[in-house]
């Protein structure tokens, strides 16, 4: 049982090690953040509100899980990852246009 386990341990940490999946990892923890930061703001405005930085870390997070989903050559991801980071840059360009 001892073997199993340590083998199990051994080629989790070795998944874990890899460049590919700290990327999809750090991705998808930029997608979580980025509603931490949109409650955050609402709270304090106390009214729905979705700031620039929202759309920012969106597109951040978005392109490092695309780059994940590419790698992993997985279509369902990329497709839903790039129809995603279409909508984010667009919100970033609208906001853009507005302050200028």
Known sequence: ??????GWMNEFLKI?????VIIGFVGQTLFFVRWIVQWFCSEK?????????FWVISLI????????AIQRHDPVFIVGQVVGLVTYSRNVVLV???KS
């Open 45 to 53: 405005r106390q009214e729905s509100y979705v700031p620039f930085s």
């Open 1 to 6: 049982m001892e073997t199993i386990l340590h």
């Open 16 to 20: 874990l090690g890899s460049k590919w």
């Open 61 to 68: 997070g978005g392109f490092l899980v695309l780059l994940y």
């Open 96 to 98: 853009l246009r507005k």
